[in-house]
């Protein structure tokens, strides 16, 4: 789309009658209305654009249905064997607001230290400095949202998995699906359809997820495991699903037995609003949340402070503490030095960052990992985050 447009029109793609994708511009605001019409009333247009763009990775190519720019490319390399490669693309003429800029990275085989994902920037030059900084470090794995979260310009991070295909590299009438191309051949289980949602027990607790499809292995081999048969051992053939999620995660029905998805029922759905408003209270992006019942009843969380509790946070002591820096890759980890409650610095948190602050450096994240208070005694504060 052409700079003149920016700002008064707006792009989008809809499916023909025919099932052509196609690609317009619409006024801003337009769009949903643009894309009903077509989808409803349009059966065939002559320009469709269903035409690839090609890419280049080293001797192979990639196709796309966007118009694609590859700004930056380096191959992954492991004992002088070429296993993947890294790039930059800007894709010309992203549909609904998706992102112009990303570095995809596909390397290797996932689950043997493979990696597959994409990173969206807000500028290309941004962009370049990231995979500059990533070609310059020795981290042997990269698809970790951390590593690129603390660099200037980051968007959004999202990972692929072993199957999903991210969206900018559709092709012909291939429908999209949130972050990825539909995925064929995954829609035909009766459990985990597209588009059903689930809740997901996972590390960090509850979430829930949409099901963007699931294959179902019949045999695969388990070397680990073996029956006795005849007074030898004979290798066990076991049937199992692997699910795949919006956000690029997957449920390894084999690994995760124990924790099974749950789905949820049209008039549970409450559940969702429930969690998001929850998720967000923890966050720090609200101090309280309301949920409406049928009946008039409502229920109301809120984060309140105990009057009988006395936080550590301004308390004199030394601390040693692991300082994360905005737009920096490492730590800064040591003694904060012997700290006294003052006007200008009332907690510990003020006083770590008023020093960084002091440097020309902005405090992300801070970790405790103990404190000494004046008389010498130690306190555990391994896992307390601001």
């Known amino acids: 789309m052409s700079d003149k447009y920016e700002g008064f ?26 894309r009903g019409i077509i989808e409803a009333s349009v059966g065939e247009i002559d320009t469709a654009q269903t035409a690839c763009t090609e890419i280049s990775h080293g001797g192979l190519g990639r196709y796309s249905r966007y118009k694609l720019i590859q700004r930056m490319y380096t191959l992954v390399m492991y004992d ?19 992102k112009g800029v990303v570095i995809y990275r596909q390397a290797g085989d996932v689950g043997y230290g493979g990696e597959r994902f994409f990173v969206e920037w807000d500028t290309v030059k941004n962009a370049k400095k990231a995979m500059d900084i990533m070609m310059s470090t020795q981290l042997t794995q990269h698809d970790d949202q951390r590593f690129w979260s603390r660099l200037p310009g980051f ?9 999903l295909t991210p969206w900018f590299y559709a092709v012909g009438t291939q429908c999209l699906v949130g972050d990825f191309v539909f995925p064929e051949g995954m829609n035909d289980d009766p459990v985990f359809s597209v588009g059903k949602r689930f809740i997901v027990i996972g590390k960090e607790g509850f979430s829930v997820k949409t099901c963007v499809g699931a294959r179902f292995i019949t045999e695969e081999l388990r070397k680990d495991k073996y029956a006795v048969h005849n007074g030898g051992k004979t290798e066990i053939r076991e049937n199992f699903r692997i699910v795949y999620w919006h956000d690029g995660t997957v449920w390894d029905e084999l690994k995760d037995v124990n924790n099974p998805p749950t789905p949820i029922r049209e008039d549970k759905l409450w559940i969702i609003e429930a969690m998001n408003k929850f998720n967000k209270l923890l966050n720090g992006d609200t101090e309280e949340f309301t949920i409406d019942f049928v009946g008039g009843h409502k229920f109301k969380g809120e984060l309140i402070k ?16 692991v300082v994360y820096i905005k737009g920096h890759i490492g730590t800064h980890k040591g003694w904060s030095g012997d700290f006294v ?8 948190l003020e006083f770590i960052k008023g020093k960084f602050k002091a440097l020309g450096k902005d405090v992300e994240r801070i970790e405790f990992l103990e404190m000494k208070d004046k008389d010498g005694k130690v306190k555990k504060w391994k896992g307390v985050y601001y």
């Open 9 to 34: 029109w707006e792009g989008g793609e809809a499916k023909t009658l025919e099932g052509d994708i196609v690609q317009f511009t619409c006024k801003e605001g337009f769009r949903k209305q643009v």
């Open 80 to 98: 002088d064997i070429a296993i993947g490669f890294t790039e930059i693309l800007e894709i010309k003429n992203p549909p609904d607001n998706r």
């Open 155 to 163: 968007k959004r991070f999202v990972n692929c998995q072993e199957v």
């Open 306 to 321: 105990d009057r009988h509790c006395n936080t550590f946070s301004n308390a004199p002591g030394n601390y040693l503490a």
């Open 341 to 348: 409650p003052t006007e200008q610095y009332p907690t510990i």
